[in-house]
T-cell receptor
Framework: GAGVSQSPSNKVTEKGKDVELRCDPI?????LYWYRQSLGQGLEFLIYFQGNSAPDKSGLPSDRFSAERTGGSVSTLTIQRTQQEDSAVYLC??????????FGPGTRLTVT | SQQGEEDPQALSIQEGENATMNCSYKTSINNLQWYRQNSGRGLVHLIL?????REKHSGRLRVTLDTSKKSSSLLITASRAADTASYFC?????????????FGEGTQLTVNP
């Protein structure tokens, strides 16, 4: 079946603009995660959704970052008033069993 | 604090040789996983080892886990040029919620043909 998809694959934006990144998880996966990866670094946890429970937002770096998951499926990560330090690859993952996470190809965000 | 730390940061070998990468972590874990990443994009799950396991094999991959030393190693035998990628360990800590993974900074492996 289809894997996790993310869009856009690349996004270039000017400092101060808002951006929306989209994640389509694997159908039926109840948990969804967002991670951020800066150049040459490991992945940094951002936010976690599990079913209808309140999301774990403990990894969001500032109040400019927010995310939602509609209907328990598609998720959108929004970054308001982007800064140059927001430039990174944003990765989404979904899982059925909360153990094995399946990752999307990521969105490379460049803030100029 | 950084949970997982891999070493070496970069490894360059010839095709056919074995590659060993190490990972250390700080807190108690439920399991440890190894992922592979090509060209800075999506990660592919390679292997998972649970905290009560000491060794696991999958094809040319062998993973060991020493919970007393809080360390793991990934061995790729008979390497191929196509194994060139970044390899990350990720831990699922007992204290973290929702099984979120904590990643190390990765080892960049280059296999020269």
């Amino acid at each position: 079946g289809a894997g996790v998809s993310q869009s856009p694959s690349n996004k270039v934006t000017e400092k101060g603009k808002d951006v929306e990144l989209r994640c389509d998880p694997i159908s039926g996966h109840t948990a969804l995660y967002w991670y951020r990866q800066s150049l040459g670094q490991g992945l940094e946890f951002l936010i976690y959704f599990q079913g209808n429970s309140a999301p774990d937002k403990s990894g969001l770096p500032s109040d400019r970052f927010s995310a939602e998951r509609t209907g328990g499926s598609v998720s959108t990560l929004t970054i308001q008033r982007t800064q140059q330090e927001d430039s990174a690859v944003y990765l989404c993952a979904s899982t059925q069993d909360r153990v094995l996470q399946y990752f999307g190809p990521g969105t490379r965000l460049t803030v100029t | 604090s950084q949970q997982g730390e891999e070493d070496p940061q970069a490894l360059s070998i010839q095709e056919g040789e074995n590659a060993t990468m190490n990972c250390s972590y700080k807190t108690s874990i439920n399991n440890l996983q190894w992922y592979r990443q090509n060209s800075g994009r999506g990660l592919v799950h390679l292997i998972l080892i649970r905290s009560n396991e000491r060794e696991k094999h999958s094809g040319r991959l062998r993973v060991t886990l020493d919970t007393s030393k809080k360390s793991s190693s990934l061995l790729i035998t008979a390497s191929r040029a196509a194994d060139t990628a970044s390899y990350f360990c990720a831990t699922d800590g007992e204290e973290t919620s929702g099984s979120r993974l904590t990643f190390g900074e990765g080892t960049q492996l280059t296999v020269n043909p």
